[in-house]
């Protein structure tokens, strides 16, 4: 088994160099784009970003469960609210107005101070930044929907920096595992953990659904999909307070080439199917095209929102569940809110790889459909 694995893991060395690419390419989507978050709410039609109103206890634990389910643009480890001290690190804030306009988040204070570049002020809000004057001041429109002016935002936020960071262990895990083969046929250090994935990928996932024939030249996306989606949910379960995933411009990116790479590869009974299907009768043909067509729109759709929502909601409960323990604020409550999240944060574990397996499978699937071929296409 180890010596074709070997011959069949060597053929893929090229390939290795399109595993970069669609990890690069992966970045490159999600770069420009910013976690969505709600606009404002307020009554008022001016306010300043300096003005906070005093928060009770449960608002203060509602807060920092969005903050931890937010973007930011700095890193923070955590924070000492009693001193208002933080505790990480900035990160470089790029936007396009009028020109590039480049500087550190540091400016920010954390979304306490205005930050002024080149004579142009600007405040964050609502982890959004605003175009602004030297008060901070925001304004809403009659919805009460911030007016201010929004500059193109290419920051490098602490979820593009994980993305980095997962591609850089990406490249390292795995091309450490194809130099291995090239020594013997047996994988060495963290290759032996990673080895069997990826012969399940292949044996489990790709085979049966795109076909013996295709299903090679698909194994460079499906194992960075898989491995990447893996690793992002895993450390969004760390203390490290990112949640990359459950970021829907992120799924939205990878939905996206899921879609794209669908559609280029769909031969002709792929589209025969969709706009005009054999043996059907053609008065069921007309109404059936665009159902067939609605459909491939949908199926990116409900990829992305799966995973989307599943890790989501995964880091809203478990924060809630923690957020108890300070409101019950006794042992009985304490040791069962304890005894909760710890038991979901194993449930978690499965999760976060069954979501990359569920991604992965269906990616796989739409790709087996796209390409299958219809010998008998007037039998059916």
């Not at 490159?28 to 910013?34: E, G, I, P």
């Not at 990112?242 to 009974?269: C, W």
């Amino acid at each position: 088994m180890h010596r074709f694995l070997r011959h069949d893991y060597l053929s893929y060395m090229p390939a290795k160099f399109s595993i970069k690419k669609i990890s690069i390419l992966l970045l490159l989507v999600s770069f420009v784009s910013v976690a969505q978050h709600h606009d404002a709410t307020e009554t008022d039609h001016n306010a300043s970003i300096i003005e906070a109103p005093e928060l009770s206890f449960k608002e203060k634990i509602k807060a920092d469960i969005n903050h931890h389910i937010q973007d930011s643009h700095s890193f923070t480890f955590f924070s000492d609210s009693e001193k208002n001290k933080h505790y990480g690190f900035s990160l470089p804030v790029i936007l396009w107005d009028n020109g590039v306009q480049l500087f550190s988040s540091s400016k920010f204070h954390h979304g306490e101070t205005v930050a002024e570049n080149n004579g142009n002020y600007y405040a964050l809000y609502h982890s959004k930044i605003y175009k602004t004057d030297a008060k901070g001041t925001i304004d809403y429109d009659g919805e009460h929907h911030v007016s201010n002016v929004k500059p193109i935002d290419f920051s490098i936020t602490k979820n593009v920096v994980m993305i980095f960071v997962t591609c850089v262990l990406m490249f390292l895990l795995f091309g450490g595992l194809a130099k291995s083969f090239g020594k013997g046929p047996i994988a060495s250090g963290a290759g032996r953990f990673f080895e069997p994935i990826v012969l399940y990928i292949r044996d489990d996932i790709a085979r049966p659904s795109i076909g013996e024939k295709k299903y090679k030249k698909y194994m460079p996306y499906l194992l960075t999909v898989f491995f990447f989606v893996w690793f992002l949910n895993l450390f969004g379960l760390t203390p490290l307070g990112v949640n990359v995933t459950g970021n829907i411009a992120v799924t939205v990116a990878l939905a996206l080439l899921t879609f794209v790479i669908t559609q280029f590869s769909g031969n002709k009974n792929y589209w025969k199917h969709i706009f005009w299907m054999p043996g059907v009768p053609w008065p069921m043909k007309i109404i059936l095209a665009p159902i067939e067509l609605m459909g491939v729109f949908i199926k990116p759709f409900a990829l992305l929102i799966r995973l989307y929502a599943n890790i989501m909601a995964g880091h809203i409960v478990l924060m809630s569940i923690i957020g108890l323990i300070f409101i019950f604020q006794n042992w009985i409550g304490g040791a069962l809110s304890l005894f909760l999240a710890f038991f979901l944060s194993i449930i978690e574990l499965l999760v976060a790889a069954l979501q990359a397996y569920i991604f992965t499978l269906l990616s796989a699937l739409y790709f087996g459909f796209a390409v299958e071929e219809h010998e008998h296409e007037e039998a059916h």
